[in-house]
């Protein structure tokens, strides 16, 4: 069974414009960490936000927020004021175990974020 | 501060012939990871190691594929033979491990292209 599921395989925005990438996880671990990553054409990933299982309130990054519904289990994440550069493909990733700081980092199969000038 | 390094950022092989892909971490960071993304999807754990030792191979194809981290620095990843379904980019990340740093924050390399024909 897939522990992160990313359902939007490509996603356009405009210029300036707020975006949701959505992000669904599955775990019986009640310690884990929920992660974004960004992706540009270069290839290297790079870390965005991250989110605790046991925290109380929505990470927040610059203009990254992360919509954490542990209920739903799941972790959308919110790119406020989009810009050019942040068309890239955006991987949504969980860490399970003593809150996301040990084990093997999942990935989703990622969106491909494009935005629109 | 630099970044990781990896390299070659390219390489074509036939079928059945070896490979070696090489990481330098951050300076200071104690864990490395090994991950192959395949075309499409997200990266995969291939082996962690925190310093020389190594934490999680669980996913590492040992009849073909093997990692060292001899002196706890540098790392080299190795393939032989390669068959058709290596072709990915192999991705090296490094972390500050246990101690230090935002949980899940890895940083990653630009990343190692191969293409198996």
């Known amino acids: 069974a897939q522990k992160i599921t990313q359902t939007q395989p490509g996603m356009f925005v405009q210029e300036k414009e707020a975006v949701t990438l959505d992000c669904t996880y599955d775990?019986?671990?009640?310690?884990?960490?929920l992660f974004w990553y960004k992706q540009p054409s270069s290839g290297e990933m790079i870390f965005l936000i991250y989110q605790g299982s046991y925290d109380q309130q929505n990470a927040t990054e610059g203009r990254y927020s992360l919509n954490f519904q542990k209920a739903r289990k799941s972790a959308n994440l919110v790119i406020s004021a989009s810009q050019l550069g942040d068309s890239a493909m955006y991987f949504c990733a969980m860490r399970e175990g003593r809150g996301g700081s040990q084990g093997n980092l999942i990935f989703g199969k990622g969106t491909k974020l494009s935005v629109k000038p | 501060e630099a970044g990781v390094a990896q390299s070659p950022r390219y390489k074509i092989i036939e079928k059945r012939q070896s490979v070696a892909f090489w990481c330098n971490p951050i300076s200071g960071h104690a864990t490395l990871y090994w991950y192959q993304q395949i075309l499409g999807q997200g990266p995969k754990l291939l082996i962690q190691f925190q310093n020389n030792g190594v934490v999680d191979d669980s996913q590492l194809p040992k009849d073909r594929f093997s990692a060292e981290r001899l002196k706890g620095v540098d790392s080299t990843l190795k393939i032989q033979p390669a068959k058709l379904e290596d072709s990915a980019v192999y991705l090296c990340?490094?972390?500050?491990?246990?101690?230090?740093?935002?949980?899940?924050?890895?940083?990653f390399g630009e990343g190692s292209r191969l293409t198996v024909l």
């Open positions: 990340a490094s972390s500050f491990g246990l101690a230090g740093g935002k949980p899940g924050e890895l940083f």
């Open positions: 775990t019986s671990d009640p310690s884990y960490g």
